[in-house]
């Protein structure tokens, strides 16, 4: 039963992290799931400096709220003139240290560190289980990814085409009258929301990875971004199947395997790709030179 758990809670982070990095990536931001990943550590000490436990719905608020500033925070650097990967590298780090500074001055005798609060086990996640009135009904990651996902799917499916040409061309969503400041909020505020609800469970590794392998790997697929999606969580899901067994094959990381089969994939994506395959392109270089010298 804990293979089950454990493969469903891989699969559902897959997607959750898979639908939301798409448009990450075709916005050229792929990298700002790990600046949250991280940013979120002050919101979590102060949530439990606050309430004096590590109650995970509470560090799950302080986290979120955290996470939307710094979501905030990147886009007016930008806005203001700075670079988009400067402005995530400023916001990352600046944030994090002052959650590494919160840690080491007011937590030193308490038990909470880096490591409980920024990286998690998937492997102990059937463990971790929810209950309502004495009623045991799943681990919590699964609840919590779970609705992350549900949410993302709602809102994505509901302003599919707002998304989409805010994600293309902003110039145009704002010419025919589409917000695209709040359109991007919203889905800066899903990727909040998936990638806080996430990582404290399975891990900054899976989520991170997540969010950035398998939609470049389904870039490298298709031109088209309902396909794109589509791809990319079947890609996810897959690795997260395959990289379970093999990790137990190996008596390795879970996280760490089903990530480097997500890797495995987007390398032979990369090579063989129809429109994108190093390999195919040089193939048909080859053979238009050669077309070319029978030609003369």
């Not at 897959?14 to 919101?43: E, N, Q, T, W």
């Not at 990352?92 to 500074?101: P, S, Y």
């Not at 998936?194 to 490298?220: D, N, Q, W």
Request: glycine fraction near 10%; charge should be neutral; include cysteine.
């Amino acid at each position: 039963m804990s293979t089950f758990w454990i493969v469903l809670t891989g699969a559902l982070v897959a997607s959750a992290c898979s639908i939301v990095g798409c448009f990450l990536v075709l916005r050229k931001m792929a990298m700002i799931g790990d600046a949250i990943s991280h940013a979120v550590l002050p919101g979590i000490v102060i949530a439990f400096l606050i309430g004096g436990s590590r109650d995970s719905l509470l560090m799950l608020l302080g986290a979120a709220a955290i996470g939307l500033l710094a979501v905030f925070l990147i886009q007016w650097f930008h806005q203001s003139g700075v670079p988009s990967d400067a402005s995530i590298g400023v916001v990352f780090t600046a944030l994090f240290a002052a959650g590494v500074v919160l840690v080491s001055m007011y937590t030193r005798d308490i038990d909470l560190d880096l490591d409980c609060v920024l990286y998690g086990e998937i492997a102990y996640v059937p463990w971790n289980t929810l209950q309502i009135a004495g009623v045991d009904i799943g681990p919590k990651a699964v609840w919590g990814v779970g609705l992350a996902l549900l949410l993302s799917v709602v809102l994505i499916a509901a302003f599919y085409k707002q998304f989409k040409i805010c994600s293309f061309d902003p110039a145009m969503a704002a010419a025919v009258g589409i917000p695209v400041a709040l359109f991007h909020y919203l889905l800066m505020g899903l990727v909040s929301v998936s990638t806080v609800a996430s990582f404290e469970s399975v891990g900054a590794i899976l989520v991170v990875g997540m969010l950035v392998v398998p939609p470049a790997t389904a870039y490298l697929l298709t031109e088209k971004l309902g396909r794109m999606i589509v791809y990319s969580v079947l890609i996810g899901c897959a690795s997260s199947v395959i990289g379970y067994f093999a990790a137990s094959m190996l008596d390795a990381s879970i996280a760490g395997s089903m990530i480097s089969i997500a890797g495995g994939i987007f390398l032979i994506a990369l090579l063989f790709s129809p429109s994108h395959g190093v390999v195919l392109r040089k193939i048909k270089q080859k053979q238009m030179v050669r077309q070319a010298s029978i030609a003369e």
